[in-house]
């Protein structure tokens, strides 16, 4: 397979309702799809980079620029190009997980279209349908959040997860524990604690959390190791986990006993199944996180949350949770899961008019 073409295209979704966390509020998703065309196929990736550099160091602007300046040319001159050689090929350019996810995805499902097969076969998925939580953002109020939870809820959402920050912790948890019950409950607290915070968060022990997720700073793997010490809810690594490599060093280290799997935070789905295998090696469950992916994106999240390591209802929500209408045909609950798709490739496309509706930019990268 040879890559003759890459479209590169800006795309901006209203989200139905703002997404607070304690990296600010969104209110659209300001997006990067990538396109390629080669001798066999076409394909598409998502890159799930922010506008600016908060959830990591990547952004929507620098990961079109690295694409376009370093990695498309590069994979240009791959004469025989397959979805496992692109890591190959792009190794030598260090960072740029998501820029790399996107292209690498476009590429694989070019390559399982031209030969039929689905990404969740070629994952290794054991499920046709993955079990769906929800990711509820910080709230004006305790009444608005409980009225949010409780739409999840009725809608068949399968777990609830509560974004804090230090002034919306304990608060909410107790409020959503006392009103609901014994639901299935998280938090994420996206690095926003210090060790020294180990006493405060001991406080949401009672509450019979799944886990709290990230409460350090993304570097801090001897952190959350000490902090694991001193609290019974187990910690789950989301940003601190960059690879297959990054996972076994805090595994061993005792620093979480869940792990978060974002494809684009990791550099893709084939290293996404690198981490999910040395996760089951040692028993540790995994769950799939979201990054308001499109259909596209989410697609894909949903074929490797099929897999067998995965044992926690994720991020992977339906189209309606964040968008009114979406670029792909939506994906709508039914008995709180979602189908995994199984067509050739990533399983879905776009919908010409709705992509078209959304596009803020377009450019074609000559080869």
Known sequence: MKLT??????ISLPLVSPFRTSFGTETTRDALLVRVVTTEAEGWGECVAMAGPLYSSEYVDAAADVLRRFFVPTLAAVDQLTAVGVARALEKFHG?????????????DAELRAEGRPLARELGAVHDRVPCGVSVGIMPSIDELLEAVGNYLD?????????????????????????????????????????????????????NLLLIEQPLDEEDILGHAELARHLKTPICLDESITSARAAAAAISL????????????????????????????????VWCGGMLETGLGRAANIALAALPGFTLPGDTSASSRYYQTDITTPFTLEAGHLPVPT??????????????????HTEWLKL
């Open 254 to 285: 005792g620093a979480c006993s869940i792990i978060n799997v974002k494809p684009g935070r990791v550099g893709g789905y084939l290293e996404s199944r690198r981490i999910h295998d040395v996760c089951q090696a040692h028993g540790i469950p």
């Open 5 to 10: 073409g890459v479209e590169l295209r800006r």
């Open 155 to 207: 809608e068949g959402y399968l777990r609830i997860k509560l974004k804090i920050q230090p002034g919306w912790d304990i608060e909410p948890v107790a409020a959503v524990r006392e009103h609901f019950g014994d639901v299935l409950l998280q938090v994420d607290a996206n690095t926003a604690y210090a060790v020294s915070d180990a006493r405060h968060l001991a406080r949401l022990d009672p509450y």
């Open 96 to 108: 740029h997980r998501m820029a790399k996810a996107a292209l690498e995805t476009a590429v694989l």
């Open 343 to 360: 067509t050739p490739g990533i399983g879905v496309e776009p919908l010409e008019p709705e992509l078209a509706a959304v596009t803020t």
